[in-house]
């Protein structure tokens, strides 16, 4: 995984974006995944969902405590989400781009 470290509001801006791509125009494929980071909105009951089940994997430590990074956690889910369920071809999709 490539950590790319993009100010995406600043690419909004001219001639920026062309000049960030350039860094990464060789980069794309399904071999290379970048790390973004995002502002995602989520339900809090998703959230409530990824913690509980962090939690239930990891377990109590021995002083009871559950030593979970939900944020590392919550990063992964969406990542898993994101290639499993195909996202490069639903941002491929121009019909996607229209607020329905």
């Known amino acids: 995984m490539k950590n790319l470290d993009l100010n995406l509001m600043a690419l909004s801006e001219p001639g920026r974006y062309e000049n960030a791509l350039k860094g990464i125009s060789n980069m794309s494929g399904s ?6 980071n995002a502002h995602v909105h989520m339900t809090a009951a998703s959230l409530e969902a990824i913690v509980k089940n962090a939690k239930a ?11 979970v990074d939900t944020v590392k956690k919550v990063n992964e889910m969406i990542s898993r ?7 490069e071809s639903y941002v491929k999709d121009i019909r996607n781009y229209t607020n329905q």
């Open 31 to 36: 071999d290379n995944v970048l790390q973004l």
């Open 57 to 67: 994997l990891q377990g109590q430590d021995d002083d009871g405590i559950y030593r």
């Open 81 to 87: 989400f994101l290639l499993e369920k195909d996202f």
